[in-house]
């Protein structure tokens, strides 16, 4: 399963924002930043990774679909990585 192109733009975007953010909270930590605000940015972090994930999914679920249906396998796939993200 591929990434469609309709998805690749946005993950893409989804990523290097989240590989920033990481970069920022890395920053923080090396300046001895309150520990609440680390976390806060942190689960941002980790909510923009999630969001990347699940466009991936939902990109294949759309693929699926559109070629007539799931088949048992790419089914069993999908949900093995919805659920990897959960």
């Known amino acids: 399963m591929k990434v469609d ?15 920033g953010q990481l970069a920022g909270v890395i920053a923080m930590i090396e300046n001895g930043r309150d520990c609440a605000e680390v976390v806060t940015q942190l689960a941002a972090v980790s909510r923009a990774l999630d ?6 999914v939902a990109s294949g679920m ?25």
């Not at 192109?5 to 590989?19: G, I, Y």
């Not at 759309?62 to 659920?83: D, I, Y």
């Open 62 to 86: 759309r693929q699926c679909l559109a070629s007539g249906g799931v088949s048992a396998v790419n089914e069993e796939q999908l949900e093995k990585l919805f659920l990897t993200l959960a």
């Open 5 to 19: 192109e309709s998805a690749e733009v946005p993950v893409l975007n989804r990523l290097r924002r989240a590989h």
């Open 51 to 56: 969001r990347a994930g699940f466009k991936i």
